[in-house]
């Protein structure tokens, strides 16, 4: 079965420290990659995505992620946090089925991210 | 634009009931798919509807059923209730693209099942 693994459940970070969140994938076929956020009492929101193309990524609130595919790997970085970055983030893949044209989802279980100011 | 809008935000269930979480999509979006989040987990996908019909189904049983309308909105039913369901239950909605790519997918705020 496809898993996520993100290996980093708990990060603490002080401001202007640099972020690495890692995200594993295990399922070798064509993939869909996601970044989602979720901020203390709000819901899940995009923070970048990829589909094809140039493998570095960039999204919101200066995040990018680099897609490796040789290591079926999608991390997340950041070189500079701030306190209002504290949040849970969970990466998520989207396993394609040529049987059904379609793609089932798969999320790893989040890491909370904690920046102290 | 109204997002993603789910209804109710809280509900509490005894073991056995059953109950039925509402969702409506982003306007645009013509595609539902439903999450089970446990505490401290990811969001697990349950099934997607489009088209009033269940698209895809996650590792879930047949007491976890759905339906779409033609609205787009759309419903996911739990019948005898157990204690591990409770959990927060998350729609996402999305426009439907044929072919090798999926489109992003926009999640609501979640109903908070509890069962007891």
């Known amino acids: 079965a496809q898993s996520v693994s993100q290996h980093n459940h708990h990060v603490i970070l002080s401001e202007a420290a640099s972020l690495e969140l890692g995200c594993n994938y295990s399922?070798?076929?064509?993939?869909?990659l996601f970044w989602y956020v979720q901020y203390p009492g709000q819901h899940l929101q995009l923070l970048l995505k990829?589909?094809?193309?140039?493998?570095l990524v960039k999204g919101i609130k200066g995040f990018e992620a680099e897609f490796i595919k040789s290591k079926f790997s999608f991390n997340l970085r950041k070189p500079s946090v701030q306190w209002s970055d504290t949040a849970e983030y969970f990466c998520?893949?989207?396993?394609?089925?040529?049987?059904?044209?379609?793609?089932?989802?798969?999320f790893g279980r989040g890491t909370s991210l904690i920046v102290h100011p | 634009d109204a997002g993603v809008t789910q209804s109710p935000t809280h509900l509490i269930k005894t073991r056995g009931q059953q109950v039925t979480l509402r969702c409506s999509p982003k306007?645009?979006?013509?595609?539902v798919s439903w999450y089970q989040q446990a505490l401290g987990q990811g969001p697990q996908f349950i099934f997607q509807?489009?088209?009033?019909?269940?698209?895809q189904r996650g590792n879930f049983p047949d007491r976890f059923s759905g339906h779409q309308f033609p609205n787009y909105s759309s419903e996911l039913n739990v019948n005898a209730l157990l204690l591990g369901d409770s959990a927060l239950y998350l729609c996402?909605?999305?426009?439907?693209?044929?072919?090798?790519?999926?489109?992003?997918?926009?999640f609501g705020p979640g109903t908070r099942l509890t069962v007891l």
């Open positions: 509807y489009y088209e009033e019909e269940e698209r």
């Open positions: 399922y070798g076929g064509t993939v869909n």
């Open positions: 998520a893949v989207m396993r394609f089925l040529a049987s059904g044209g379609s793609y089932i989802p798969t």
């Open positions: 996402a909605s999305s426009r439907y693209r044929p072919g090798r790519r999926t489109d992003t997918q926009y």
């Open positions: 990829y589909f094809s193309g140039d493998p």
């Open positions: 306007s645009g979006h013509d595609t």
